[in-house]
């Protein structure tokens, strides 16, 4: 018979505030049904680091406040955690984008994303449009490499820059 294949998204939460990061968990989940979402959540920069270091993800959603050392977060600590993983200097996962529930702190990085064409999205717990945001893209980066791997299939001198396991159903 035919096998039914369900994308498997592999999902790095970087984000401090555990209510948070189960809101997040729990919408993105609902939004992307049917495809198998994992998440991994990482409350610090070391944590994060250690994480992009030991595991593949697919995408890495960034709080843009988060600590170091058990500091007070911190601006510095998501920008240099963004910079180390597209010098390559960290596993990056094809998908980065920032999250914030800080407008103010939004608009002070809001031009470094945009020259890095990073995704930048306001968290609002009612309002959830980011959620929808990020599904949309996320579902798109699916079939993008889908396509991809077709065409490395068809020319496999090419490589292939974007990898979604699939997982049976």
Request: hydrophobic share 40%; proline share 5%; net charge negative.
């Amino acid at each position: 018979g035919v096998c039914s294949m369900v994308p498997e998204i592999r999902i790095l939460l970087i984000e401090d505030s555990s209510e948070k990061a189960q809101h997040v968990r729990k919408l993105l989940s609902k939004k992307l049904e049917p495809f198998k979402v994992t998440f991994q959540t990482s409350s610090s920069y070391e944590e994060a680091r250690d994480a992009l270091n030991s595991a593949h993800f697919d995408i890495a959603i960034v709080d843009l406040m988060i600590p170091v050392l058990r500091g007070e977060p911190s601006l510095d600590a998501s920008r240099i955690l963004i910079d180390d993983m597209l010098s390559g200097r960290l596993n990056s996962p094809p998908y980065v984008l920032g999250l914030t529930a800080h407008k103010d702190k939004a608009e002070e990085v809001r031009l470094y994303f945009d020259d890095l064409l990073l995704d930048l999205l306001i968290y609002h717990e009612v309002e959830t449009l980011w959620a929808d945001k990020i599904a949309s893209k996320i579902r798109y980066l699916v079939n993008a490499s889908r396509n991809m791997n077709e065409f490395r299939y068809r020319h496999p001198d090419n490589l292939c820059p974007l990898s979604v396991r699939v997982s049976p159903n």
